[in-house]
């Protein structure tokens, strides 16, 4: 018994040496999407005043002009919105340290990672976060942000694994290149808007809205209330460096509304004294426009001209902000 627990020992071992050394010597892709995290930060580092920043997570990456809400409010826009698997405990807890008195900041968590999941982040992405940006803030992970990071890490070897060998192919054979769209640092714009995907069409959905209305009534939307514990604490932190904060729904097409009902999510926030500042179904969209990525959760060029002019005109209603707005422009 002892020789095969030794054994157990022993092979579990040269695994994890094996995971170990794949961690550390396979490349990541330059052009990794996650690598924007770091651009990110440059640029709420280095923007001026006034400033308005967006917090959340990829809908809102994929969802908003921030030059058109800039243009229309006459405020520099920063789009932090990056990936909904890094969870809103990293990014709002590392994005604090950059606030300044009198920034703006829309805070819009994801229905499904944050609220319903509980904002730790996902396997699949935070081994790829702390590698992109150099093992960033890996002292200050909770519990459960480590471990799904250990179990994301196995994944993540094996995929950089497999893409490592691929390269080459792909750099050989044109037809392997852009067979879909591909998520990229480069498709980001100065603001931190991603903007590579407003060439894709939008979609020719139609809609049994009656129907989809009476399915969203019926369905029971769980939310992680410890989440709900967290954000109302990192919310009075951003407060005291001097911010202006709001909640913002999330940026969503018609079928993502329906399937995480963010009416249900917004009445258990009421509980903790927290609510957005507009009603979800304002940031709710056709699904004509949204393209076919992620579910429908990511808007096409036409919803995010509307979304930005939505949030925009949402903003200038907010009338204790409104000294902030050139409403010249």
């Known amino acids: 018994m002892r020789k095969f627990i030794f054994k157990i020992f022993v092979i579990s ?77 990293y990014y709002l807890d590392d994005y604090l340290q950059y606030i300044r008195k009198g920034d703006i900041v829309l805070i819009s968590p994801s229905y499904y990672s944050d609220f319903i999941e509980g904002a730790n982040g996902f ?22 942000q480590i471990l799904q990071l250990i179990k994301g890490t196995p994944f993540y070897c094996l995929r950089n694994f497999m893409d490592f060998f691929k390269s080459p192919i792909k750099e050989f054979d044109p037809k392997q290149k852009n067979l879909e769209f591909h998520f990229i640092a480069s498709g980001f714009n100065e603001y931190g808007d991603e903007i590579s995907h407003w060439i894709i069409p939008s979609k020719n959905i139609k809609q049994n809205i009656e129907a989809e209305e009476t399915k969203i009534s019926n369905k029971i939307t769980k939310v992680d209330e410890n989440f709900l514990v967290y954000l109302k604490d990192i919310i009075d932190n951003y407060k005291r460096k001097g911010a202006y904060v709001l909640l913002m729904p999330e940026i969503s097409s018609h079928k993502n509304y329906v399937e995480y009902n963010p009416i249900q999510i917004k009445n258990i926030m009421n509980k903790y004294d927290m ?14 426009c949204s393209y076919d990525e992620w579910g429908a959760a990511h808007l096409s060029r036409e919803g995010v001209t509307q979304a930005s002019q939505r949030i925009a005109t949402l903003l200038r209603g907010q009338m204790h902000l409104r000294h902030l707005f050139d409403y010249n422009n």
């Not at 992109?132 to 459960?144: D, G, M, Q, V």
């Not at 609510?275 to 004509?288: A, V």
Request: aromatic residues 8%; proline residues 5%; charged residues 20%.
């Open 13 to 89: 071992g040269i695994v994890a040496l094996i995971f170990f050394l794949m961690l550390i010597c396979l490349p990541m892709d330059k052009d990794c999407y996650i690598r924007e995290y770091n651009k990110k930060i440059e640029i709420i580092k280095t923007t001026p005043n006034p400033r308005l920043i967006l917090i959340g997570a990829s809908t809102l990456a994929f969802g908003v002009d921030s030059k058109q809400i800039s243009d229309s409010l006459g405020i520099n826009v920063i789009n932090m919105g990056l990936h909904a698997g890094i969870g809103a405990r």
């Open 123 to 144: 396997p699949e992405t935070m081994p790829d976060l702390m590698i992109a940006t150099n093992w960033r803030n890996i002292e200050k992970l909770n519990i459960y």
């Open 275 to 288: 609510d957005f500042f507009t009603n979800p179904k304002n940031l709710e969209f056709h699904d004509s």
